[in-house]
């Protein structure tokens, strides 16, 4: 039970097939008590069966957009659960329509939305939380492989993305002296609600996991299992970094080769199409 004794917030659980779902099932798992938020009211109808689930009745609304929001979390938070350990921010949004086309189309508002709930998100709710942290905690927030390298239709996420891993590393620098950690894992694509609004998503999926060096795509609770070790004390001298949890994907430089039933080596993919 290494999270025993922890306590943390989860951000961004939409369903149980939320990424944040996988991280709050392995947390409980390993002890820890847990605090949730929802975004709106049609939400909120998933996520109070979900806390229960987890044995908790601390379930606060927030859109991470909205710093009076921010505010009400945090107070709540220090009177009803008290100071946390941990927190886990799974939150993007960009208009389905940036999500399409060509990236040079991205029209102004949307790249504001994008950046303002993917990336600026993450920074608001580490300012508006630093108090209720405590020392030595952890904060872990959710990349993709769309940040760093060109990924089909990912888009003004792409770039968001990218942003988010940047402002890992400078919050590390800030809360560090703090002993707190601020860390990413950057995950392998997985169908949640989020995922549908990208586009050929099924064909994504079927790449990854033909050309991963595990040739499979990986789960939420692979996903959560991983998080356990950089919320837990077990990672205590790491932070900023981006880790991947993607079945190895990130580290092909080409796609998988294969043989026909002649023997002749073609790309594994061409046995898909
Ligand atoms: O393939 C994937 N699914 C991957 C997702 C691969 C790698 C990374 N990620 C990232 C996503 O970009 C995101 O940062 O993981 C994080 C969680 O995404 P998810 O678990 O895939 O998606 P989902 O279950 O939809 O949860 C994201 C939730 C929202 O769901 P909806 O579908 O309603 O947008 O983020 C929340 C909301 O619950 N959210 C917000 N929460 C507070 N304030 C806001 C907001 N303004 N906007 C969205």
Redesign the pocket.
Known sequence: MIMKGKKGLI?????N????YGIAKAAHKEGAELAF???NEQ?EKRVRPIAKEFGSDKVYK????SDEELEALTKSLEKDFGKIDFIVH????APRSALDGRFIDTDRKSFDIAMQ??VY?LIALCHACESVLNDNGSVL????LGGPKYIPHYNV?GVA?AALESSVRYLAVDLGSRGIRVNAI??????????SGIGDFRAILKWNEINSPLNKNVT?DEVGNSGMYLLSDLSSGVTGEVHYVDAGYNIMGMGAIDQDENGKTIMKWDKFR
């Open positions: 951000v961004g659980i939409a369903n097939k939320s990424i944040a938020t929802y975004l939400l927030l859109d991470v957009n799974s939150v993007a949004f709930t993917s998100s927030t959710l990349t993709y996420m993305k950057s995950a392998g694509p997985i169908k949640t609600l989020a995922a939420i």
